[in-house]
T-cell receptor, first 115, second 114 residues
Framework: GDSVTQMEGPVTLSEEAFLTINCTYT??????LFWYVQYPGEGLQLLLK?????DKGSNKGFEATYRKETTSFHLEKGSVQVSDSAVYFC??????????????FGTGTRLTIIP | AAGVIQSPRHLIKEKRETATLKCYPI?????VYWYQQGPGQDPQFLIS???????DKGSIPDRFSAQQFSDYHSELNMSSLELGDSALYFC?????????????FGEGSWLTVV
């Protein structure tokens, strides 16, 4: 079945460090790929997405490129801030029929940024 | 912009009781999803509805049921609650015709079973 494998956490970095959170996927079709972020005590927020190979999603300084050849969608940010501390979920979506385009999530990576 | 609204935000129930969670999707969204996120876990898909009809079913226990009403809001009913049902329950919505069918989540309803 479809699945997402995500970099194990927790990850702790100093402010202004470079961030990479690895994500690879297994899918039988051509998924759309997403990164969601969950801040402490809050819900899931869409961070960025890519719907086809070689697409790059970007938002708030975060980027991820849909790499079909390596089945990856790694999340990167050049300079992290304390406010980026959160849990990050990689997810894929496949669905060809109305209403069954559900998301399959990775296990989440907890990121803590130290001032 | 309007988001997905869930109520209640927090709920405490005793074992074997019943709980009902409500979800109001983003206006003009035609699909509603329910997810369960246990402590320290990733969200698990429970069930979805498209245009008020059940469209897909995941790991939803038989003790749980859900429906989508004519105004597109949805309710998740949970009966014979168990301690293991304690979790954050997310509702999400999407529109097949808008913005690449991105799924937007509500802030979740925290259920604690004691």
């Amino acid at each position: 079945g479809d699945s997402v494998t995500q970099m194990e956490g927790p990850v702790t970095l100093s402010e202004e460090a470079f961030l990479t959170i690895n994500c690879t996927y297994t899918a039988t079709g051509y998924p759309s790929l997403f990164w969601y972020v969950q801040y402490p005590g809050e819900g899931l927020q869409l961070l960025l997405k890519a719907t086809k190979a070689d697409d790059k999603g970007s938002n708030k300084g975060f980027e991820a490129t849909y790499r079909k050849e390596t089945t990856s969608f790694h999340l990167e940010k050049g300079s992290v801030q304390v406010s980026d501390s959160a849990v990050y979920f990689c997810a894929l979506m496949i669905g060809s029929n109305f209403g069954n385009e559900k998301l399959t999530f990775g296990t989440g990576t907890r990121l803590t940024i130290i001032p | 912009a309007a988001g997905v609204i869930q109520s209640p935000r927090h709920l405490i129930k005793e074992k074997r009781e019943t709980a009902t969670l409500k979800c109001y999707p983003i206006p003009r969204h035609d699909t509603v999803y329910w997810y369960q996120q246990g402590p320290g876990q990733d969200p698990q898909f429970l069930i979805s509805f498209y245009e008020k009809m059940q469209s897909d079913k995941g790991s939803i226990p038989d003790r749980f049921s859900a429906q989508q009403f004519s105004d597109y809001h949805s309710e998740l009913n949970m009966s014979s609650l168990e301690l293991g049902d304690s979790a954050l329950y997310f509702c999400a919505s999407s529109s097949l015709w808008q913005r690449g069918n991105t799924i937007y989540f509500g802030e979740g309803s925290w259920l604690t079973v004691v």
